[in-house]
């Protein structure tokens, strides 16, 4: 049964800071690897998606990194404002599941001014 | 495109009781979730569906709740005889199928369920 673990659970940086989430996972066996940002009471927006054979995306000032065969995922924030405060949720997707997404729990991300 | 939507997106209703959430997904995205996430947790998958099939359900739905998408567009999940345990926001989601190019999942806004 893959498992996914994000680290920390929560994390307060001063604003401008560059910072790393990180997630680990299982299976090594999947088929994509998802980042998610959450608001408090909302739904979830995709940040950026990386597929099994490769090894980074970027967006902005947002930059993910995925190590399979160690089960490792980065997300890297670079210059973090206030608006960045929200938690970020990794997922992975296993070959021939479906697309189905097993997630973490998250980290809660606050960037105080 | 609207993205996916989700209605009601607040509930609370008495326990016993039978509700019914509904979600319209994108438009040209055949893969539709249903995922619940309680507070402090991230979202667990409950079932899917490609176009009208029905594919896989997760041990968490229980005989209480079922799922439809009968024409492939809009899917409706329903609780029947709501237990204080179900209080949860449900989460819908869509995609193109796996080997797609691009397909990464987007999830609608949720309906918060609070059972009381």
């Known amino acids: 049964k893959q498992e996914v673990t994000q680290i920390p659970a929560a994390l307060s940086v001063p604003e401008g800071e560059n910072l790393v989430l990180n997630c680990s996972f299982t299976?090594?066996?999947?088929?994509?690897l998802q980042w998610f940002r959450q608001d408090p009471g909302k739904g979830l927006t995709s940040l950026l998606l990386i597929q099994s054979s490769q090894r980074e995306q970027t967006s902005g000032r947002l930059n993910a990194s995925l190590d399979k065969s160690s089960g490792r995922s980065t997300l890297y924030i670079a210059a973090s404002q206030p608006g960045d405060s929200a938690t970020y949720l990794c997922a992975v997707a296993l070959t021939g599941g479906g697309n189905k997404l097993t997630f973490g729990t998250g980290t809660q991300l606050k960037v105080e001014l | 495109d609207t993205g996916v939507s989700q209605d009601p997106r607040h509930k609370i209703t008495k326990r016993g009781q039978n509700v019914t959430f509904r979600c319209d997904p994108i438009?040209?995205?055949?893969?539709l979730y249903w995922y619940r996430q309680t507070l402090g947790q991230g979202p667990e998958f409950l079932t899917y569906f490609q176009n009208e099939a029905q594919l896989e359900k997760s041990r968490l739905l229980s005989d209480r709740f079922s799922a439809e998408r009968p024409k492939g567009s809009f899917s409706t999940l329903e609780i029947q005889r709501t237990e204080q345990g179900d209080s949860a926001m449900y989460l819908c989601a869509s995609s193109l199928p796996q080997g797609s190019s691009g397909n990464t999942i987007y999830f609608g806004e949720g309906s918060w369920l609070t059972v009381v």
């Open positions: 299976d090594s066996a999947i088929y994509n």
């Open positions: 438009s040209e995205h055949n893969r």
